[in-house]
């Protein structure tokens, strides 16, 4: 899901960067006929420069393309190194992203009077929000299971092994561990003989 996510991303800021012109123009609209209450200030920048701030998104976009292939590969070899870094970066761009619907919502609110419009822009977002929030739970959780699974694995593994050792222990009439047969062992075997007939 976030790679395609990633992907569609990744594709509107290409070409975007291939057209800078249309992107000025399009944000000299949104400048000019909007209430933009906190983005102006970034509004205004990517209007400077585009291509700038829209290669920047491209890099960011391909770098987290690849932190989820590392995860997808971490959870097939269950190594949850591999899996950490999605683990933060996707945190980190579910909190951007909270922060984007939050300002995209306000600015909603500035600049319209449909009241219904405003409601079902913030279930939307809220629900977008909640399904996401949930999907990094249950990726989060996966290094969990996994370190459960190996510690009853090798709890059942020495458990095992304990029960071999046990089976395979030799034992003397005598009750002692064996040890190399030898003149001593002779005469204590005798010795204690009597205590089993």
Same mark, same amino acid.
């Given at each position: 899901?976030?790679?395609?996510?990633?992907?569609?991303?990744?594709?509107?800021?290409? &070409?975007? +960067?291939?057209?800078?012109?249309?992107?000025?123009?399009?944000?000299?609209?949104?400048?000019?006929?909007?209430?933009?209450?906190?983005?102006?200030?970034?509004?205004?920048?990517?209007?400077?420069?585009?291509?700038?701030?829209?290669?920047?998104?491209?890099?960011?976009?391909?770098? $987290?393309?690849?932190?989820?292939?590392? +995860?997808? +590969?971490?959870?097939?070899?269950?190594?949850?190194?591999?899996?950490?870094?999605?683990?933060?970066?996707?945190? &980190?761009?579910?909190?951007?992203?909270?922060?984007? &619907?939050?300002?995209?919502?306000?600015?909603?609110?500035?600049?319209?009077?449909?009241?219904?419009?405003?409601?079902?822009?913030?279930? #939307?977002?809220?629900?977008?929000?909640?399904?996401?929030?949930?999907?990094?739970?249950?990726?989060?959780?996966?290094?969990?299971?996994?370190?459960?699974?190996?510690?009853?694995?090798?709890?059942?593994?020495?458990?095992?092994?304990?029960? #071999?050792?046990?089976?395979?222990?030799?034992?003397?009439?005598?009750?002692?561990?064996?040890?190399?047969?030898?003149? $001593?062992?002779?005469?204590? +075997?005798?010795?204690?003989?009597?205590?089993?007939?």
């Amino acid at each position: 899901m976030e790679q395609i996510q990633a992907l569609i991303v990744l594709t509107i800021s290409c &070409v975007g +960067y291939s057209n800078p012109k249309n992107i000025e123009e399009k944000i000299t609209f949104w400048v000019n006929d909007l209430n933009l209450i906190f983005t102006k200030e970034f509004v205004n920048n990517l209007r400077s420069d585009p291509t700038k701030t829209l290669g920047l998104i491209i890099l960011l976009t391909c770098i $987290y393309i690849i932190i989820c292939m590392m +995860y997808v +590969y971490g959870a097939y070899k269950c190594n949850n190194v591999l899996m950490m870094p999605y683990i933060v970066a996707e945190l &980190v761009r579910l909190i951007a992203f909270t922060v984007l &619907v939050i300002t995209l919502l306000l600015t909603l609110k500035k600049n319209t009077m449909d009241i219904g419009l405003l409601i079902g822009a913030s279930v #939307l977002g809220g629900f977008i929000l909640l399904g996401m929030f949930y999907l990094w739970v249950c990726a989060a959780n996966l290094p969990i299971v996994i370190n459960e699974k190996e510690h009853d694995e090798y709890v059942a593994t020495i458990t095992k092994l304990e029960e #071999l050792l046990q089976e395979t222990k030799p034992k003397t009439l005598i009750g002692f561990d064996y040890v190399p047969r030898s003149n $001593y062992n002779e005469a204590l +075997y005798s010795k204690h003989i009597h205590r089993f007939q």
